[in-house]
């Protein structure tokens, strides 16, 4: 039986029109038993036979307090959690939502092609990578980059792209450890079109079955 996967799309900010793609790639994986739900009642419910828990595009605050709590102690207690693009821009009234994805979301330039920089290639989530990583997307900066705890996996490179705000070793994505669980983190994944790039794919496929704790 494939290790269950929860699929959060909850929005009460900015909602993406990439979401029904994102959702349709992460089912097309086959890799994960997906459940796809917008409610908040699914995250106050216990968590423990999920695998992961992805935050796909979520905006504003998509929590309850019961919610908040189940999350973080299914995440300490050695769940897995992976943020994708806009995941930076939810729960901004939640401290430890904050510590769990490692950074928040502060601007973006406008949607344009750039060059991403594989800076570690020994994971799952960027090892079929190119060292220069040619990408279309929005280009996040963060209000500051993620601590020493986190492992910087991919950068933007600024020069390749008009109004980036972080400068050298602007950090892209990245995966990290909280209690005995794990979170991963791509700031990609802003169009539809993303979810059809075998290269994305891959991307995100690794990076989840690396939060699950299944590489």
């Known amino acids: 039986m494939a290790p269950r996967l929860l699929v959060y799309t909850r929005t009460t900010d900015y909602r993406h029109d990439s979401i029904p793609d994102a959702v349709a790639a992460v089912d097309a ?9 917008e409610d908040p009642a699914a995250l106050e419910a216990p968590l423990d036979d999920y695998a992961a828990v992805l935050f796909l595009s979520t905006s ?3 929590l309850t307090p019961p919610g908040r709590a189940r999350l ?7 769940g897995g959690f992976a943020g994708v693009h806009a995941a930076a821009c939810t ?11 490692g950074a928040r979301f ?14 570690d290639h020994d994971h799952p989530a960027t090892r079929h990578l190119p060292a220069v990583w040619h990408f279309t997307d929005e280009w996040y900066d963060f209000r500051a980059g993620p601590d020493a705890s986190a492992r910087v996996l991919v950068t933007a490179d600024e020069t390749s792209y008009e109004g980036g705000g972080m400068g050298d070793g602007h ?7 909280q209690g005995a669980g794990r979170a991963f983190y791509t700031a990609l994944g802003h169009a539809g079109e993303a979810y059809g790039d075998p290269d994305f794919r891959a991307h995100l496929l690794g990076g989840i079955r690396w939060a699950a704790g299944l590489e």
């Open 91 to 101: 729960e901004y009234h939640w401290p430890y939502y904050g510590e769990l994805l």
């Open 72 to 78: 973080a102690a299914y995440v300490e207690s050695g």
């Open 171 to 177: 950090p892209l994505v990245w995966c990290r450890e």
């Open 106 to 119: 502060a601007r973006h330039p406008a949607y344009q092609p750039g060059t991403a920089l594989v800076a």
């Open 60 to 62: 504003g605050e998509v």
């Open 29 to 37: 994986f086959g890799a994960f038993d997906a459940e796809h739900t």
